[in-house]
């Protein structure tokens, strides 16, 4: 292992000085923070670079400077050694840059063509000409092989997320990009489209663009990346060639520590079943049987379509169920809504905190007593000293990094949030705990925060099912592993010992018979992403 | 605060309490609790509402006077008062209630009918009540059960309850009650007069009451909260296990009370229970609840907003009666009120948004 690398100087050789963007000391500051310190770095024509950090490294700030959103406050952009000087976006796309974020902006009443060629429509005495437009669009979609899966007559809202970046690459290779910059692109993208997307980047790479690459997934990167820089605390850690590097070693540049006992798993799981279900019928299961114990943490895994947050949804009654039975401690309940769920304890943290965890405008304070409304309160009256105290304390005992109990959850950073949710719940004291990708998109300090919580909550006591698509930590915390499978549950494994590959065979049974055996090069992160 | 006067910046470390400061701590000490119950997101109301009176008060001596404030002002406020704390609550669990002033005219009818049937105040009043509780209950339930739109939903009970109020009064006649002295004691009564003073209306004390109940509702109990928690997403307040249909319920029953009690003041008022009465006061009252910071989305609104957009409401159409400003360029002025407000909150939204974004951005 090398010493740390933030002293020394990126070690890989400069190339001619002219050519791709050149970032030269840039800096910026936000009240309180300071996102970017002295960052240089290029991205050279033909050739691949992953920027990797935590959440508030910097990198999406860094994207904005280069994408003209924000000016940087020292420091020069340079493209084949033209300063570059952006007031606005569309400054930057004229000259040849493009930075393609998770949300594409797609004109939901209008055709893919139309879509693509937004704002360079070719007119014929003001009517767009569709024939020359349909032409143009052909050529491109034929040209990189994608005629197929983006028919071009596909109205704008009904495009799935793969076809929106799809939109908004084949819009930049329409204004011959020569920097194209993708910021988390595969986070909701299927195996497939992933696969299809590293062909098309890969593509455009040897065709001369230089390719700025974001992603949390580290795996994915290695795979795709020829460079990789890795940022932290808005400072350039290191920057060097992908294939120097090793999964462990990037987390470890990247969390400045060793991250290596984040799994615990010093529990014994009771023979109390506090949560069985049998034969669960519904729109998205067949005949599906799990059971949970207390003081046990339960994985599930499986590919996204699987059936798994469906199920805890059918489970807790958010989701409409055809036939079979739910069991408590024993006792067959009824549970027609997540309140019924809730009153039989049992709580959920969904997977979408934002849109479905929180009451963004509120305080830490009501989120976090959202559950226990009812018992906080006398004649309808909250006890207001009870409930603060209440709060505070797993406020305090998870760590929620907040100015106050009266803050706004959503200035709360991605990590924050998702611990009011847990402690949402923790205040509930449910006898199960749902939890359904309790670690997506938060940092890596915060995913090992949340893994000891887990830990401790099992040890409590607690029946934890938890659902998660990040294969080494379904496998590191789970004492048993169900795999999901089109809406069945296609196996079940001991936790200790099982491997990634027994896993993804179970979750690509299906896959498997009809078509040929997991590639190699199929990591275990791509092959249940999303 | 804690900046020391200018003649003590060489003094000691603990520089001598000034009488500046002792007074400023007092100052702050009756002000905090003061801006704490009005809420920091009402301060601007109050600054708008400081304006408006200072520059009547500039333009013509009568607006002091007890007898505008009290009566012309006091009274005319109450009945919109009372239906703009119910319509308050649905509008920030993200609903609407575009039936209210029918509903007041249901509840004016029915109480007037009762009244004149039994002599009774009392049995006309809970007449009036009984009308609005029926009608919350089924914008209530057609909301929760039914899963219609709640703009849609009272739309269409908006309709509806007008037609039912002139179905109820004796072929569709106003039912008068200026023989009742003990009913339209509600709305025109005082009390606590004499020497000089011309008492306090007794309408203005059930507003107060009525607005005491809706603050208190709002921000003390489990209702209140989840009332909030559904107009800020309602999936999660769902997913936490809070019960909707029960908070849709009773938000709409609370604002059916409150249409129903002002459909009874304003029959006592006008003594008359018209089936006509109550007409376009959907409209002021949801105005005064947006113009009083609540936002459109749910979520987010108080009571106390709501009543200080009351007053300035009041305030101002009372002004530019004593000003003889015509009644139409009294509409105008209302208009712009409303939006010139809601954009000003826009625009401060936005930028609390963008510095939000801004840190959450890094990374």
């Known amino acids: ?530 | 605060m804690s900046e020391a006067p200018a003649g003590e910046v060489d003094g000691p470390a603990t520089p001598p309490i000034s009488p500046f400061r002792t007074a400023l701590a007092r100052a702050a000490s009756v002000v905090r609790p003061v801006v704490r119950f009005i809420g920091a997101e009402n301060l601007s109301l109050v600054i708008v509402l400081a304006i408006e009176i200072a520059i009547i008060v500039s333009q013509t001596k009568f607006f002091l006077g007890q007898q505008n404030l009290l009566n012309s002002l006091g009274q005319n406020i109450a009945v919109l008062g009372v239906l703009a704390v119910g319509e308050s609550l649905v509008i920030i669990a993200g609903a609407l209630d575009i039936s209210v002033g029918s509903i007041a005219g249901i509840a004016g009818v029915a109480a007037a009918l009762v009244v004149t049937g039994t002599g009774s105040m009392q049995l006309g009043l809970v007449a009036g009540i009984m009308a609005g509780i029926c009608a919350g209950l089924v914008n209530g339930s057609i909301v929760a059960f039914l899963r219609v739109n709640p703009i849609i939903a009272t739309l269409g009970t908006f309709a509806a309850f007008r037609g039912v109020a002139f179905l109820i009064a004796p072929n569709g006649y106003p039912v008068g009650v200026g023989t009742q002295p003990d009913f339209t004691w509600l709305g025109s009564g005082r009390i606590l007069g004499g020497g000089g003073f011309v008492g306090i209306p007794i309408i203005l004390i059930i507003l107060i009451f009525v607005a005491v109940v809706g603050h208190v509702l709002l921000r003390y109990t489990d209702f209140g909260r989840s009332i909030y928690a559904l107009g800020g997403n309602a999936t999660a307040a769902r997913l936490a296990g809070i019960n909707l249909t029960r908070v849709r319920l009773g938000m709409y029953v609370f604002c059916g009370i409150t249409a129903g009690l002002s459909g009874v003041l304003l029959a006592a008022r006008t003594t008359s229970g018209s089936p006509l009465n109550g007409q376009g006061m959907e409209l002021q009252a949801i105005t005064a609840v947006f113009l009083g910071g609540a936002a459109t989305t749910g979520g987010k609104g108080t009571v106390v907003g709501t009543v200080l957009a009351v007053l300035i409401l009041g305030v101002l159409s009372n002004g530019m009666n004593l000003l003889g400003v015509q009644q139409y360029w009294q509409d105008v002025a209302t208009g712009m009120l409303l939006v010139t407000g809601v954009a000003i909150a826009q625009f401060r939204a936005l930028r609390s948004e963008r510095a939000r974004t801004r840190i959450a951005s890094r990374g």
């Open chain 1, 1 to 530: 292992m090398s010493p740390p690398a933030s002293t020394q100087p990126p070690a890989t050789p400069v190339p001619s000085p002219s050519l791709g963007l050149e970032i030269r000391g840039v800096s910026k500051a936000f009240p309180n923070v300071q996102a970017l310190s002295d960052v240089s770095l290029e991205a050279r024509p033909g050739e691949i670079l992953a920027f990797l950090g935590e959440n508030g490294a910097g990198k999406s700030t860094l994207l904005k400077v280069i994408n003209g959103d924000y000016q940087p406050d020292i420091g020069t952009l340079t493209l084949d050694g033209q300063p570059l000087r952006f007031a606005n976006p569309l400054d930057a796309h004229r000259a040849g840059i493009r930075v393609i974020y998770q949300e594409p902006e797609i004109i939901p009443g209008v055709d893919v063509a139309e879509n693509i060629c937004v704002g360079e429509l070719p007119g014929r005495g003001g009517f767009v000409d569709r024939r020359l437009l349909e032409a143009r669009v052909r050529a491109d979609l034929d040209r990189y092989g994608f005629s197929a899966a983006l028919p071009m007559g596909l109205m704008g809202d009904m495009l799935s997320p793969a076809q929106r970046q799809l939109v908004e690459i084949m819009r930049a290779i329409k204004s011959n990009v020569r920097v194209l910059a993708l910021d988390e692109p595969t986070s909701s993208l299927t195996d497939d489209e992933v696969q299809r997307l590293f062909a098309l980047v890969r593509r455009l790479r040897d065709e001369g663009v230089a390719i700025i690459y974001v992603s949390h997934r580290i795996r994915e990167i290695l795979q795709l990346a020829d460079r990789v820089a890795i940022l932290r605390d808005g400072r350039l850690i290191a920057v060097r060639p992908a294939a120097d590097l090793t999964e462990a070693e990037i987390v470890r540049l990247m969390v400045g520590r060793d991250l290596t006992a984040m799994f615990q798993r010093r529990r014994a799981a009771t023979d109390r079943v506090v949560l069985r279900a049998e034969h669960i019928a519904s729109n998205w299961h067949h005949d599906v049987s799990f059971y949970v114990s207390a003081g046990e943490v339960v994985g599930f895994a499986g590919l996204v379509g699987a059936g798994r947050t469906e199920l805890a949804k059918v489970v807790f009654g958010e989701l409409p169920r055809d036939s079979g039975s739910v069991f408590v401690d024993g006792r067959l309940v009824s549970i027609r809504r997540p309140s019924d769920a809730v009153t039989e304890g049992i709580g959920y943290a969904p997977e979408d905190r934002k849109r479905e965890g929180l009451i963004l405008m509120r305080s830490v304070l009501e989120n976090a007593s959202l559950a226990v409304l009812q018992r906080l309160s006398r004649f309808h009256f909250i006890q207001r000293r009870m409930e603060r105290r209440l709060a505070g304390e797993y406020i305090e005992r998870l760590r929620v990094r907040t100015p106050s109990l009266e803050q706004e959850v959503g200035k709360l950073s991605g990590g924050n949030q998702q611990k009011v949710v847990l402690a949402r719940w923790l205040a509930a004291k449910p006898k199960v705990l749902i939890l359904d990708e309790p670690t997506r998109g938060i940092d890596v300090g915060a995913k090992a925060e949340i893994y000891h919580l887990i830990d401790d909550l099992a040890n409590q006591g607690l029946g934890v099912m938890f659902i998660s698509s990040d294969l080494p930590e379904i496998l590191g915390l789970s004492d048993r592993i169900y795999v999901m499978q089109n809406g069945r549950i296609s196996g079940e494994l001991p936790g200790p010992g099982a491997t990634e590959e027994q896993v993804l065979a179970l979750a690509m049974a299906d896959h498997l018979s009809r078509a040929d055996p997991v590639p190699e090069s199929t990591t275990a992160e791509e092959g249940l992403a999303g």
